[in-house]
T-cell receptor, first 112, second 113 residues
């Protein structure tokens, strides 16, 4: 089925470890983005990309890195995990401005 | 301060009844207002998208309204079903950049038989 695929679904990290959250879409969407969702708060934008080779920071970019080498993939890297990064992470894609967003099913990350 | 406030935080309704969720926003000017449904443990799914010039948009039993003058939107659920139990999220985007979205914290709806 077409959509946004995120891996892994669950992950536990120790403080200071690094890891990459994977996101892939097969809808040929130019726009992709990463959000984090914390209890009692709305989703917050971490980084986004409007096309291959183009990325920009969102509201909460510190501690995260992204790159967009292909239209399909938009990985999110945690450089040195901290307990404050414990959250649920969602990747989303869109055909462009004014379009609907398709979200992945999320990655639940716990940093101990 | 969050630019999108939703109320109530949660509500419980009986199956078959109607309910209305509220969204107040301060994002201005804005380009689009979206409502999403998020089931527990899943990603948000789009219900409606309205531009600043639209007043109402329907998707089956879901009807969203928008009053740009008062900066308020509502989502009305008609004849609720058990499957409507979820969190409903209001999302507003900047006029200058539809990619930068402001999310409300959501209203959790529980439908009971």
């Amino acid at each position: 089925n077409a959509g946004v695929t995120q891996t892994p679904k669950f992950q536990v990290l120790k403080t200071g470890q690094s890891m990459t959250l994977q996101c892939a879409q097969d809808m040929n969407h130019e726009y992709m983005s990463w959000y984090r969702q914390d209890p009692g708060m709305g989703l917050r934008l971490i980084h986004y990309s409007v096309g291959a080779g183009i990325t920009d920071q969102g509201e909460v970019p510190n501690g995260y890195n992204v790159s967009r080498s292909t239209t399909e993939d938009f990985p999110l890297r945690l450089l040195s995990a901290a307990p404050s990064q414990t959250s649920v992470y969602f990747c989303a894609s869109s055909i462009g401005q004014g379009g609907g967003y398709t979200f992945g099913s999320g990655t639940r990350l716990t940093v101990v | 301060k969050n630019q999108v406030e939703q109320s109530p935080q949660s509500l419980i309704i009986l199956e078959g009844k109607n309910c209305t969720l509220q969204c107040n926003y301060t994002v201005s000017p804005f380009s689009n207002l979206r409502w999403y449904k998020q089931d527990t443990g899943r990603g948000p799914v789009s219900l409606t998208i309205m531009t600043f010039s639209e007043n109402t948009k329907s998707n089956g039993r879901y009807t969203a309204t928008l009053d740009a003058d008062t900066k308020q939107s509502s989502l009305h659920i008609t004849a609720s079903q058990l499957s409507d139990s979820a969190s409903y999220i209001c999302v507003v985007s900047l006029y200058s950049n539809d990619y930068k979205l402001s999310f409300g914290a959501g209203t959790t709806v529980t439908v009971r038989a």
